[in-house]
């Protein structure tokens, strides 16, 4: 019985040390492998992986390559779910599961003997782990959950844990800073895109980032070398150069400190879905145009009224052209749509079969509050906003997911949305810009 009440005391101090301290110290001073995990949008890669890490247990935990019966361990479980989850579009339960795993993992590492259940991998590996969660939770917080402060504090620890830290956890702790300050702490900001580049000097996006925040600062002389040598690279820096003109150019006129340009996801949509809240509650129609797993659904659904109802329309099957260096299939569920609750309508098929269906079932009077077009495409937006044209009145929020910040922006969801500005007569005005999720928020002034 004592030994019980120990084990359940050391639980549960564990569990409460790493909720409340958001701290967490490494427990060995010997030096542990450092993977090169870095951030993607709503995703993990390898920065580089070698072919003799292809069987390396952290790896295989992390790519879902080792067996699910093999996990024997909590922690080890906790931490393939929580991959799972976010996979799957569900960043809060993913969020749950990384956190359990990481408690656990820190339990162990701080004491083997009594934790030594929870996982299968070594304490060096477990450390390993353990600054991947952190990266993940961190991630999860500042572009799905909203808390772009804790995410902060998250990326910190990933960096902490690891004697050889990786850029981008410094990278992540600059935008995180960005996203819930704005332009008060910029140079704070640009100091952790520093140390991103002292470990990985020819990392474009940090150079893109100090580039920025050095313009907005008003030090011309250190922005205009970076953003030179940005336009001289290949054409997936040199678009950064470009969409940071177009945006600095349409958010002249706020000021510095309330400029929010590295806004998550979950953040970006509720500026929008706040703004259309008033025509929604009219009886307005909220729309998403490219669901997938249903992750930014959730987030609305987060946001919204409980009554409030949301269509959702895709063929579930991926993009149906090649898009950049994306082809024909990506981003598909299997012709699955995703499991839902709440008031959630899916409307499966290409956009320009299922619109005007579904538009002839509305009454007369309907109007579109609000709509997520998700889609990549200029040929996919164009059936979105030729099929609307009708329904867009002035107050409808749209949000763009990819407007700006790659390659081929000023001929896709951007170049479509311009010309249907031109061809029906719409005016608008910019809610907001997010430069880390590529995101616009616009609001229709005269349609």
């Known amino acids: 019985m004592r030994y019980f009440i120990n084990f359940l005391w050391l639980v549960l101090s564990c569990e409460q040390w790493f909720t409340q301290s958001l701290w967490v110290r490494p427990s060995r001073t010997r030096p542990v492998k450092s993977y090169g995990l870095r951030p993607s949008h709503n995703r993990f890669v390898s920065a580089h992986q070698a072919p003799e890490q292809a069987t390396d247990p952290v790896h295989q935990l992390i790519s879902g390559e080792m067996a699910w019966n093999t996990l024997i361990g909590q922690a080890d479980r906790a931490f393939r779910l929580g991959i799972q989850l976010e996979k799957n579009g569900q960043p809060r339960k993913a969020s749950a599961s990384f956190h359990e795993a990481a408690t656990l993992y820190q339990c162990y590492l701080d004491s083997e003997s009594e934790f030594g259940h929870v996982t299968s991998l070594s304490q060096e590996d477990s450390q390993a782990i353990l600054a991947y969660a952190c990266m993940r939770l961190a991630f999860l917080n500042l572009d799905a959950l909203g808390d772009p402060k804790a995410a902060a504090r998250l990326y910190k620890e990933a960096s902490a844990i690891d004697p050889f830290p990786s850029a981008e956890s410094f990278d992540g702790i ?242 479509a949305w311009r010309e249907c500005c031109k061809r029906f007569g719409w005016k608008y005005e910019y809610l907001a810009f997010s430069l880390s999720t590529k995101q616009a928020v616009v609001r229709l002034t005269t349609a």
């Open 174 to 415: 600059g935008q995180a800073l960005e996203a819930a300050f704005g332009g008060q702490h910029l140079e704070d900001a640009i100091e952790q895109y520093r140390k991103a580049l002292e470990l990985a000097p020819e990392r474009q996006e940090s150079q893109f980032h100090v580039a920025v925040a050095s313009d907005r600062l008003q030090q011309s002389d250190q922005s205009e070398e970076i953003f030179e040598r940005l336009r001289r690279d290949e054409s997936k820096w040199s678009c950064l150069v470009d969409s940071w003109g177009y945006v600095r150019w349409h958010t002249r006129k706020i000021p510095n400190d309330s400029l929010y340009l590295y806004r998550g996801t979950r953040d970006i949509m509720e500026v929008a879905l706040n703004a259309a809240l008033p025509l929604i509650e009219q009886g307005g129609l909220v729309c998403e145009f490219g669901v997938g797993s249903g992750r930014s659904l959730r987030m609305a659904q987060d946001i919204l009224p409980l009554d409030a109802r949301i269509h959702g329309f895709d063929t579930f099957t991926g993009l149906p052209q090649a898009w950049g260096t994306e082809p024909i299939g990506t981003y598909s569920t299997g012709g699955v749509a995703p499991n839902m609750e709440g008031k959630v309508t899916f409307h499966r098929g290409l956009f320009r079969d299922t619109i005007g269906p579904f538009l002839k079932e509305q009454e007369e009077s309907t109007f579109l509050a609000y709509a997520n077009v998700d889609c990549q495409l200029y040929s996919s937006t164009l059936d979105i906003l030729e099929g609307f044209h009708g329904y867009i009145v002035p107050g409808t929020i749209l949000i763009f997911d990819e407007y700006i910040c790659h390659p081929s922006w000023r001929y896709d969801e951007f170049r």
